[in-house]
């Protein structure tokens, strides 16, 4: 049974550059969230897509979009990149229809910005 | 607005001693707390879903137990390979399908 995966593992672009990282999730689950961790820090939410549209958002600017496919993979897009968008974006997988709640995460892209 | 805090920031074990890292909180609507155990450079791995006070759950020498206000992730006789980081989040109904994480425990198991 695959796990959620992502891609590409390690990212290097410059400032005001952009970005397209991609995550499937795990097999049965048709909901994905994105977090952005940076060092010593907690993953924090950037925006949840189920059925093809984002649900929920989190505090971060619009320059972060994203998209989910009718297979339910999706992507994360950031424009214009700045040195503080350095960190780890994890991709999680949950199912609705779950009788719990847990979201499965990814191994992560390590994006850095110069 | 939700708050999540962990503490110690950072634990050093020696092999065999037993101890416990903390998860308080403050949320409204309580809808489950989640622990994750993360290594250096990777995802968090799922270790437990709590859902009620009074719930406890456990997977070889860890033990998560949930009261109104906080959690506790007991290591009974940990191995060198129990050292991670790991995290506490919470999901709230005032904040919809996100987790809130806490900062997290940095854990070293020394032989």
């Known amino acids: 049974d695959a796990g959620v995966t992502q891609s590409p593992t390690h990212l290097i672009k410059t400032r005001g550059q952009q970005v397209t990282l991609r995550c499937s999730p795990k097999?049965?689950?048709?909901?994905v969230s994105w977090y952005q961790q940076a060092l010593g820090q907690g993953p924090q939410f950037i925006f949840q897509?189920?059925?093809?549209?984002?649900?929920q958002r989190g505090n971060f600017p619009d320059r972060f979009s994203g998209h989910q496919f009718p297979n339910y993979s999706s992507e994360l897009n950031v424009n214009a990149l700045l040195l503080g968008d350095s960190a780890l974006y994890l991709c999680?997988?949950?199912?609705?229809?779950?009788?719990?709640?847990?979201?499965?995460f990814g191994p992560g892209t390590r994006l850095t910005v110069l | 607005e939700d708050q999540v805090t962990q503490s110690p920031e950072a634990l050093r074990l020696q092999e065999g001693e037993s101890s416990s890292l903390n998860c308080s909180y403050t949320?409204?609507?309580?809808?489950?707390l989640f622990w994750y155990r993360q290594d250096p450079g990777k995802g968090p791995e799922f270790l437990f879903t709590?859902?009620?006070a009074g719930e406890e759950k456990e997977k070889e020498r860890l033990k998560a137990t949930l009261t109104k206000k906080e959690s506790f992730l007991h290591i009974t006789a940990p191995k060198p390979e129990d050292s991670a980081t790991y995290l506490c989040?919470?999901?709230?109904?005032?904040?919809?399908?996100?987790?809130?994480f806490g900062k997290g425990t940095s854990l070293l198991v020394t032989p």
């Open positions: 999680a997988s949950s199912s609705v229809g779950g009788v719990y709640n847990e979201q499965f």
């Open positions: 097999s049965g689950h048709d909901t």
């Open positions: 897509y189920y059925e093809e549209e984002e649900r």
């Open positions: 949320v409204s609507g309580l809808r489950g």
């Open positions: 709590l859902y009620s």
């Open positions: 989040a919470v999901q709230a109904g005032g904040s919809g399908y996100a987790l809130n």
